[in-house]
């Protein structure tokens, strides 16, 4: 038994019983021991010190602070004797469960997924199927019960399967919604035995900074359930490393390992205050974990049941930048105390386009008012980025902004509307599209197709054009895309051009290409002699037409394409009325 006697380190503030552990976090060593128990002595108590419960230790330090712990008398305490060097630890008596931890911890439920990936370099083909576990909880609404995990624990899944603590069955969940821009999915489980005798977590409110919170869930290490302890250490917009989105976030000194995504994190009271989703990794940082806070779970939850699916969170499509410069406010025309931020572009595909301009300077957003840094008040005390309260908001609800324009004050309304990105993050489960011609082919460029191409390092190992698109490219209309050609299989057609690859198509015989219909379309279309590509860095393919088409097919046989295009894109062929549907096997004739 390890006792720690420094008394010393009491936090000033006023403590429950079930926390005066925690001062003397990292105090403790373990050498040698598999396993440990940590115990400590609280002054004040009848016979002169009083024992808390022995809680397992993670991490060195006491965790499940949910309740506060019946005593032992001084007779049950343990005794540490010492033989052959290696320190012998005796039982303690154990009390009787406590049931408000249990009926806490039996809503934490283990999550098994199978999930069957697209090769995004060879978009024909999916990856060998794998297997992953994380965590998730239970939460209702009304008379409806759901389990709440990340959308990244159940990317491209075949199957998912659920297990309580207190049980050895797996059940099968369906997935009613992923949230990709918030990483969080929604479960259900269609037989009954899975929800009886657990009630499901209460929703806590957004806790502050220096609040103890606990994080539970099935990381790697073990099979069992794990329990972690820190404090609230940062709350602010975030990015969304799954979704790319950037949302309310807690950031938390908790331990955070694979596994955990989709696990609850508690406070003292016993509420679920947010869902364990990213760590932040770098030499230079230790213990640097995110949490969804409830606001966003609510968000989530609430949009489900207007919709019945995952609409998205809005965002006003704009760029901006801060108006600190005392000369910049004065040369725009702002006097006194007013303050804002400069509008820099507006996107096109925006709903806010025609409406907000580049050179305005947005005042106030619902009638509160924006600060020259962008910030806006936060609860007593606090500031934070205005975007969070557009995040509040959902696709189709009306915004009020109050811009100054050419020093006219004006009052404008914008109904907000999900941002679409040129270069996704993700596809929303969705295989990638592809187009093969005479052993040339032709996708989409998205996050993941760099990721597998390019590895985690893609930032700074993908050609330079396919990242400027990436992290400055703005859509001009709705239906445009990036098309790249992704790599060339070598044929009679494409002698001389095998080394082209990564390189985005900006047009087919002088015509612009907007996405990868409108080249499948043009190719298909074409009757004449040549046909010409027109690619990054003034490269040029140009290729016999009536050649390309013919060896089409033999490309498709030789590596067991099933396809000369991905289902998406003959859909569309076959709906525009380009290509009839008896002609839409493996043949351009």
């Given at each position: 038994m390890v006792v720690l006697h420094s008394l010393n380190r009491f936090l000033a503030r006023p403590v429950s019983l079930s926390v005066l552990v925690r001062p003397w976090l990292g105090t403790a060593r373990y050498d040698g021991l598999k396993s440990c128990r940590l115990q400590a002595f609280l002054p004040g108590a009848s016979e002169g010190w009083g024992l808390l419960r022995d809680a397992p230790c993670q991490n060195g330090f006491s965790t499940l602070?949910?309740?506060?712990?019946?005593?032992?008398?001084?007779?049950?305490?343990?005794?540490?004797?010492?033989?052959?060097?290696?320190?012998?630890?005796?039982?303690?008596?154990?009390?009787?469960?406590?049931?408000?931890?249990?009926?806490?911890?039996?809503?934490?439920?283990?999550?098994?997924?199978?999930?069957?990936?697209?090769?995004?370099?060879?978009?024909?083909?999916?990856?060998?199927?794998?297997?992953?576990?994380?965590?998730?909880f239970m939460v209702s609404q009304g008379r409806e019960k759901w389990v709440l995990t990340n959308a990244h624990s159940v990317q491209y899944y075949s199957q998912v399967q659920v297990k309580r603590r207190d049980d050895d069955r797996k059940f099968i969940a369906r997935v009613l919604a992923i949230g990709t821009d918030c990483d969080i999915a929604l479960l259900t489980v269609d037989e009954r035995e899975f929800?009886?005798?657990?009630?499901?977590?209460?929703?806590?409110?957004?806790?502050?900074?220096?609040?103890?919170?606990?994080?539970?869930?099935?990381?790697?290490?073990?099979?069992?359930?794990?329990?972690?302890?820190?404090?609230?250490?940062?709350?602010?917009?975030?990015?969304?490393?799954?979704g790319g989105c950037e949302l309310l976030a807690a950031q938390i000194d908790a331990a955070i390992?694979?596994?955990?995504?989709?696990?609850?994190?508690?406070?003292?009271?016993?509420?679920?205050?947010?869902?364990?989703?990213?760590?932040?990794?770098?030499?230079?940082?230790?213990?640097?974990?995110?949490?969804?806070?409830?606001?966003?779970?609510?968000h989530f939850l609430q949009?489900?049941?207007?919709?019945?699916?995952?609409?998205?969170?809005?965002?006003?499509?704009?760029?901006?930048q801060r108006m600190e410069a005392p000369d910049l406010r004065r040369a725009i025309g702002m006097e006194g105390n007013?303050?804002?931020?400069?509008?820099?572009?507006?996107?096109?595909?925006?709903?806010?386009?025609?409406?907000?301009?580049?050179?305005?300077?947005?005042?106030?957003?619902?009638?509160?008012?924006?600060?020259?840094?962008?910030?806006?008040?936060?609860?007593?005390?606090?500031?934070?980025?205005?975007?969070?309260?557009?995040?509040q908001k959902f696709v189709g609800d009306v915004a009020h902004f109050q811009v100054l324009r050419d020093g006219r004050m004006m009052k404008l309304q914008v109904e907000l509307s999900r941002y679409e990105p040129l270069v996704p993050p993700h596809l929303e489960n969705r295989d990638p599209s592809f187009f093969i011609l005479a052993g040339f082919v032709f996708t989409t460029l998205n996050e993941h197709y760099l990721l597998s191409e390019y590895g985690s390092s893609?930032?700074?190992?993908?050609?330079?054009?396919l990242l400027h698109q990436l992290y400055c490219g703005v859509k001009m209309h709705r239906r445009q895309q990036v098309v790249v050609l992704s790599q060339v299989l070598a044929?009679?057609?494409?002698?001389?051009?095998?080394?082209?690859?990564?390189?985005?198509?900006?047009?087919?015989?002088?015509?612009?290409?907007h996405d990868l219909n409108h080249?499948?379309?043009?190719?298909?279309?074409?009757?004449?002699?040549?046909?010409?590509?027109?690619?990054?860095?003034?490269?040029?393919?140009?290729v016999n037409s009536e050649l390309a088409k013919k060896t089409t097919v033999d490309v498709l046989e030789e590596h067991s394409i099933p396809d000369m295009a991905s289902p998406d894109v003959m859909s569309h062929l076959e709906n525009v009325g380009v290509l009839a549907k008896r002609t839409r096997k493996r043949t351009l004739r």
């Open positions: 602070p949910f309740k506060e712990r019946p005593r032992y008398s001084r007779e049950k305490k343990a005794r540490s004797t010492a033989e052959n060097g290696v320190q012998e630890l005796n039982d303690l008596e154990e009390a009787e469960e406590d049931p408000d931890r249990t009926r806490l911890l039996n809503s934490v439920i283990k999550v098994y997924c199978k999930h069957t990936e697209p090769n995004f370099s060879l978009p024909w083909q999916r990856k060998r199927q794998i297997s992953t576990s994380s965590s998730g929800w009886e005798g657990v009630e499901p977590l209460p929703l806590g409110p957004l806790p502050r900074l220096q609040d103890y919170v606990t994080v539970v869930g099935y990381p790697i290490g073990g099979d069992s359930i794990s329990v972690t302890s820190g404090v609230v250490s940062r709350i602010e917009m975030t990015q969304y490393s799954h390992n694979s596994g955990n995504s989709g696990g609850p994190v508690f406070n003292e009271s016993g509420h679920c205050v947010g869902i364990a989703f990213q760590s932040y990794c770098d030499s230079d940082v230790e213990n640097i974990g995110y949490m969804i806070p409830t606001p966003v779970i609510r949009d489900y049941h207007m919709n019945k699916m995952f609409t998205g969170f809005p965002n006003l499509g704009v760029s901006w007013a303050s804002g931020v400069l509008l820099r572009s507006v996107h096109p595909t925006s709903s806010a386009h025609g409406i907000l301009k580049p050179g305005d300077v947005l005042m106030e957003f619902d009638g509160v008012r924006i600060a020259n840094d962008g910030t806006v008040p936060f609860r007593n005390g606090e500031r934070i980025m205005y975007p969070y309260l557009m995040a893609y930032s700074t190992e993908a050609p330079v054009k044929s009679d057609a494409t002698v001389g051009f095998e080394d082209a690859c990564n390189v985005q198509v900006h047009s087919f015989n002088g015509e612009v290409v080249l499948v379309e043009m190719v298909i279309s074409c009757e004449d002699e040549y046909m010409r590509f027109d690619l990054d860095f003034e490269q040029v393919i140009v």
